[in-house]
């Protein structure tokens, strides 16, 4: 079955890095995302990385995916105040109609 | 990019009415949606899977009578929740999947904004 663990809650300096975790356990998982929620709204996609790659950065954000620990992180780096917000880490596969199960989220606050 | 519309963004209704959520793909062709449940500080909760022209699929221990789903053309499903009660009181989100985009494109699902439903 599908079961996503995250961290709840993480508060960083602007400018410093920021590293969120998460862990999944369906080994048959195809894809891995991160998405973003602001207060009071729906997710915005950020990235998403396929389950045969190992890092995938795209500007200031670098995925990192432990197939083996079935471990994945999210770093965001120069941390901006816009960045506060919850991320939601979540998996998919091709035997579920591609359904998408979601971690807890993990808050994310941004000290000035 | 995808967007994904919801209407009405917040309702707020007496017990025992029935309230419909609009979710939209504007730009896009969605033969699937979904429609998720968030309560406050939670993550989203799969309600149901809404497929263009066929009924549509519910997770264990939600109810289809009460969480109707309508989802009339590649653009458009319905939510409507009947004879809403205080505990239908969340955040409905819906996403849809873009019909012809290929490679990971075609696994990922745009959200729509959500809608703030509130029954007192």
């Known amino acids: 079955g599908e079961d996503v663990e995250q961290s709840l809650f993480l508060s960083v300096r602007e400018g410093d890095s920021s590293v969120i975790n998460c862990t999944y356990t369906?080994?048959?998982?195809?894809?891995l995302y991160w998405y973003k929620q602001e207060p009071g709204a729906g997710l915005q996609l950020l990235t998403y990385?396929?389950?045969?790659?190992d890092m995938k950065q795209d500007q200031r954000l670098t995925v990192l995916l432990n197939k083996k620990d079935k471990h994945l992180s999210l770093r965001i780096a120069d941390t901006q105040t816009g960045d506060s917000a919850i991320y939601f880490c979540?998996?998919?596969?091709?035997?579920?109609?591609?359904?998408?199960?979601f971690g807890k989220g993990n808050q994310v606050v941004v000290i000035p | 990019g995808a967007v994904v519309s919801q209407h009405p963004s917040w309702v707020i209704c007496k017990s025992g009415t029935s309230v419909k959520i609009e979710c939209r793909s504007l730009?896009?062709?969605?033969?699937?949606m979904f429609w998720y449940r968030q309560f406050p500080k939670q993550s989203l909760m799969l309600m149901a899977t809404?497929?263009?022209?066929?009924?549509?699929?519910?997770e264990q221990g939600v109810e289809k009578d009460k969480f109707l789903i309508n989802h009339a053309s590649l653009t458009l499903s319905t939510l409507t929740v009947t004879s809403a009660h205080p505990e239908d009181s969340s955040f409905y989100i819906c996403?849809?999947?873009?019909?012809?985009?290929?490679?990971?494109?075609?696994?990922?699902?745009?959200f729509g904004p959500g809608t703030r439903l509130l029954v007192l």
């Open positions: 996403s849809a999947r873009d019909r012809l985009a290929g490679g990971p494109g075609q696994e990922t699902q745009y």
């Open positions: 369906d080994s048959s998982s195809t894809y």
């Open positions: 990385i396929f389950s045969n790659m």
């Open positions: 979540a998996e998919s596969n091709h035997y579920g109609n591609n359904r998408l199960a």
């Open positions: 730009d896009f062709q969605a033969t699937t």
């Open positions: 809404s497929n263009e022209g066929s009924k549509a699929t519910y």
